[in-house]
């Protein structure tokens, strides 16, 4: 994300910095059904935290999982903890910690409504086409929520353990990686970037993050 971050605080002084890897998953279908979900705590599919977990076994063991409060993505932050402690019980499983910040965008009355019955009866057209310009009644700005996580990305990288070569697993919502993965390839802003990303249940986005004199500054693994 290009934007200044904090300066290194003073145990990180005298130290090189190395590189920090931050995995970001995005929660399973939910039970809710085909519906606008934000800040609706909406109950996870088991199958879906199964097979989601299941992806987990073979991965490098986290420093630490960080998750969003909603339900749909603690209950798969604590599949994930269950999967690396299971594949391996001779370590400490990683612990767990909420982040709030890490939250769903509010949409306000539109929140939790069925997507279909939007499309008929809101200005959802105009949103999708430019969401800085129009907000729910009741929501949450677009631009109040990229400063949000950004503000979370930082804590994040602040408080990531100081050169520790695990990487960090971040359990949080479709918008929340959408607007990451646009500040780290300058489409910040840019409502096509969001229209034309698909990122399905489930997914997987692998980013690492350098320290340099401007910042930290991220980079997507695209594949990895």
Request: one cysteine or more; a negative charge.
């Amino acid at each position: 994300m290009h934007r200044q971050a904090d300066q290194p605080n003073e145990r990180e002084k005298d130290v090189a910095i190395l590189p920090r890897d931050i995995i970001f998953w995005r929660h399973g279908q939910c039970e809710d059904g085909a519906v606008l979900r934000g800040r609706s705590d909406a109950l996870p599919s088991e199958s879906a935290l199964s097979a989601i977990a299941g992806k987990a076994r073979d991965m490098a063991v986290p420093a630490k999982i960080i998750s969003s409060p909603l339900l749909r993505c603690a209950r798969l932050a604590n599949a994930l903890q269950a999967e690396i402690t299971a594949a391996h019980p001779e370590g400490n499983p990683p612990d767990i910690l909420i982040e709030p910040q890490l939250t769903e965008m509010d949409f306000g009355v539109w929140d939790g409504q069925p997507i279909a019955q939007l499309w008929q009866t809101a200005p959802m057209e105009a949103w999708w086409q430019d969401p800085w310009a129009i907000t729910p009644e009741g929501g949450e700005p677009m631009a109040a929520f990229e400063v949000r996580v950004a503000e979370a990305l930082q804590r994040l990288l602040s408080h990531a353990p100081l050169n520790d070569g695990r990487p960090l697993w971040v359990v949080t919502h479709g918008g929340v990686i959408r607007c990451l993965m646009a500040a780290i390839l300058g489409a910040e802003r840019v409502a096509g970037f969001y229209r034309a990303l698909e990122l399905d249940y489930g997914a997987r986005v692998h980013t690492r993050w350098y320290w340099t004199d401007s910042g930290w500054q991220g980079r997507l693994l695209w594949g990895s």
